[in-house]
């Protein structure tokens, strides 16, 4: 584990992307023992999980938190959409962070397990609920998050997930 501040970045989080810089007082309170979008971008629930500090464990409820995510993520497009058309890339950076970090949770979330970023490739292709080549088209994303065409492709996994997300309800109902 690397030492940043007052926490310890477990291996499970590690992802040169999303360089966390990450303060004991950010993951303070009461805050996290119920949903709360803020700060998603450092996976907070999972950060506190890998830690062994008891708090909310969104993946244990999707079809109540999921839905949060998606709307967070139409939030995030809405104010994307302007950046990019007026190819401000520097404004955009912290947003597609957090739409690149909304994405995962998602992912991970509807699949009823914690973000793992340590080999999320592997991981990402055992999922049951996913997209077509997610792990592809994530990795030209991570590579390139200031290109438009990588704002659009996470756009469309967005849908996809959200899409992967519904079949998942309903095959869940059929149990």
């Given at each position: 584990m690397n030492k940043v501040g007052n926490i310890d970045i477990p291996a499970q989080l590690k992802l040169e992307y999303f360089d966390h810089k990450i303060t004991a007082a950010e993951l303070e309170g009461e805050q996290y023992n119920s949903l709360c979008m803020e700060r998603l971008d450092i996976f907070p629930y999972e950060l506190l999980h890998y830690t062994g500090i008891a708090a909310f464990k969104p993946w244990k409820q999707p079809e109540e938190t999921v839905p949060s995510l998606f709307a967070q993520?139409?939030?995030?497009?809405?104010?994307?959409?302007?950046?990019?058309?007026?190819?401000?890339?520097?404004?955009?950076?912290?947003?597609?962070?957090?739409?690149?970090?909304?994405?995962?949770?998602?992912?991970?979330?509807?699949?009823?397990?914690?973000?793992?970023?340590?080999?999320?490739?592997?991981?990402?292709?055992?999922?049951?609920?996913?997209?077509?080549?997610?792990?592809?088209?994530?990795?030209?994303?991570?590579q390139r998050p200031a290109l438009f065409q990588s704002f659009k492709t996470l756009e469309q996994l967005m849908i996809e997930l959200e899409k992967a997300f519904a079949r998942s309800l309903i095959k869940k109902k059929k149990r």
């Open positions: 993520w139409k939030n995030i497009r809405s104010e994307l959409e302007p950046l990019y058309q007026q190819r401000d890339v520097k404004a955009a950076a912290p947003l597609m962070k957090q739409g690149i970090a909304l994405c995962f949770s998602a992912l991970f979330w509807m699949n009823e397990e914690p973000v793992t970023l340590m080999q999320w490739q592997e991981k990402t292709a055992s999922l049951p609920f996913s997209t077509v080549n997610f792990a592809e088209r994530m990795q030209f994303i991570l």
